[in-house]
């Protein structure tokens, strides 16, 4: 199988390889020309066998994926497929669908979760689309997702739009599980009696009911860099997690600790915070997300 694939930031490049490496002959684009295979759009497509072409976009979310998609309207024929793997919002999905649909092309969504991590333990996939356009990328999907059970590190979650839902929940949750963390961590740093903090938390990874790979994750950063001291507390938020909250009050559903993880990212950018500096080293561990440096003051 011959796949495009357009970007080639953080988890593109590292997607791009994990495709390869299984096989798959990958064509990547990318508006930097040192990571590029090719010039521009056309020459990608170009670079395609005719007759059911699949193209996978990994661009940032809004505009820079709607413009692509509007692009590949233009260049794709009838029978192609699109997939769109960036953290759009699900409601961006339905309208990119139909605008394909015009010209006969396919879509689906897919959530990606894995990080910088998923070239070496392969990407969490969340489907969304056509049962037969998923099972076209079925070779794609088993490429990219960890090994072992189908099942466990991939689902085909509901129609177009279904995998960018499932994947904002995700996001949402993991908002939660990484302020839990952090709140514990700055309990037990508060308190004298506790004189291992990092060595506490690592006697948690394996064994006990809270163990979990976010947890390695904030151990290994305070291997790196006890106390955190290297890093400020200031924590970004990528848009999934204002989303759930969104979701969670059109819905009524009551989500109290995605609401309150959100807020304290906020928060975090008006005083100092040891619990939000742990998040934000969570979120540099697991994805690669930029953090500011520790200021003087």
Do not use: C
Request: glycine share 14%; hydrophobic share 45%.
């Amino acid at each position: 199988m011959h796949v495009g694939l357009i970007g080639l930031g953080k988890m593109g490049a590292n997607m791009r390889t994990r495709m390869r490496d299984r096989g798959l002959e990958v064509t990547g684009y990318d508006r930097d020309p040192n990571l590029s295979d090719v010039a521009d759009l056309p020459d990608l497509v170009a670079s395609l066998p005719s007759g059911g072409r699949i193209v996978w976009v990994m661009v940032p979310s809004g505009d820079p994926t709607r413009s692509t998609v509007a692009a590949l309207a233009a260049l794709l024929d009838a029978g192609d497929l699109v997939i769109d793997g960036g953290n759009s919002h699900y409601s961006d999905d339905a309208v990119n669908a139909a605008l394909l649909a015009e010209h006969g092309i396919h879509y689906v969504d897919v959530g990606v979760s894995g990080g910088v991590w998923g070239l070496e333990n392969g990407y969490g996939l969340m489907a969304g689309g056509d049962a037969a356009d998923i099972e076209a990328a079925m070779p794609i999907f088993d490429a990219l997702r960890p090994p072992g059970e189908r099942a466990g590190g991939f689902v085909h979650a509901g129609p177009v739009g279904a995998g960018h839902y499932v994947k904002m929940i995700h996001n949402g949750i993991e908002y939660g599980l990484m302020q839990a963390y952090a709140e514990g961590y700055e309990l037990l740093s508060a308190a004298d009696l506790v004189e291992d903090v990092t060595g506490t938390l690592k006697a948690w990874t394996h064994g006990t009911v809270i163990r979990s790979w976010l947890l390695d994750l904030l151990v290994a950063a305070l291997e790196a860099d006890p106390g955190l001291g290297e890093i400020d507390d200031f924590v970004a938020d990528s848009g999934e997690g204002r989303w759930t909250v969104d979701e969670a009050i059109d819905h009524a559903v009551p989500a109290p600790v995605i609401s309150a993880a959100l807020f304290a990212r906020f928060a975090s950018r008006q005083g100092a915070s040891p619990a939000m500096k742990a998040v934000a080293a969570l979120r540099h561990q697991f994805g690669g997300h930029a953090v500011q440096p520790a200021s003087d003051g």
